[in-house]
């Protein structure tokens, strides 16, 4: 069965601190793995993209690694920000893009405090 | 990047009425848009798969009568939830794909 499993469920950090999402798939044909980051009661906004021959990719603070071989990858961010407090959303999508089925993760909710 | 925008961005509603939603891409043109709905503290579902000039592929589950579905043109789909019960308040979120895959920012329905 294709699922997208990611942990911590929740994490309370404090601002400037360093964090890292985990997410293990068993998505199967893959194609690509992806971040988003989901603000409370807005649609999700895509943070990386990853294929399956990348092992890693940044956006700014953001840092996104993938191991095809375990299937697994982790998200990093870096000196934390108050804005960081969200739900950040794995996503897996098992076929090319152009029918874009994708596998959600539950997400790890972010909170950062002053 | 590219823009999905969404119409409502909430609404309140009668049990038993209808309401329709919009998702148009603002700057690229999209001949398949999804339409997920997503409850409180959890991910994302898909419902459909929205078609430009044919019909709506939906997901298991995901009565088709209820959640009708147009694509009449390659910036727009829209969904009416019909004759809408307490059960269908939820987050519904459109996207639609360009090189990726963008999200629109949600509309929250709330059926009394």
């Known amino acids: 069965k294709n699922q997208v499993e990611q942990s911590p469920q929740s994490l309370i950090i404090l601002e400037g601190k360093n964090c890292t999402l985990q997410?293990?798939?068993?998505?199967?044909?893959?194609?690509?793995l992806r971040w988003y980051k989901q603000d409370t009661g807005r649609g999700p906004v895509s943070l990386t993209i990853?294929?399956?021959?990348?092992n890693t990719k940044s956006n700014g603070r953001y840092t996104a690694t993938l191991d095809a071989d375990t299937k697994q990858s982790s998200l990093h961010i870096t000196a934390s920000q108050l804005s960081d407090s969200a739900s950040y959303i794995c996503?897996?999508?098992?076929?090319?893009?152009?029918?874009?089925?994708?596998?959600f993760g539950t997400g790890t909710r972010l909170q950062v405090f002053p | 990047g590219a823009v999905v925008s969404q119409h409502p961005s909430w609404v309140i509603c009668k049990s038993g009425t209808s309401v329709k939603i919009e998702c148009r891409s603002l700057?690229?043109?999209?001949?398949?848009m999804f339409w997920y709905r997503q409850f409180p503290k959890q991910s994302l579902m898909l419902m459909a798969t929205?078609?430009?000039?044919?019909?709506?592929?939906?997901e298991q589950g995901v009565e088709k009568d209820k959640f009708l579905i147009n694509h009449a043109s390659l910036t727009l789909s829209t969904l009416t939830v019909t004759s809408a019960h307490p059960e269908d308040s939820s987050f519904y979120i459109c996207?639609?794909?360009?090189?990726?895959?963008?999200f629109g920012p949600g509309t929250r329905l709330l059926v009394l």
């Open positions: 996207s639609a794909i360009t090189e990726t895959q963008y």
């Open positions: 997410c293990n798939y068993t998505v199967s044909p893959f194609s690509n």
């Open positions: 990853m294929t399956f021959s990348e």
């Open positions: 996503v897996v999508s098992g076929s090319s893009y152009n029918t874009d089925k994708l596998i």
């Open positions: 700057d690229f043109q999209a001949t398949t």
């Open positions: 929205s078609n430009e000039g044919s019909k709506a592929t939906y």
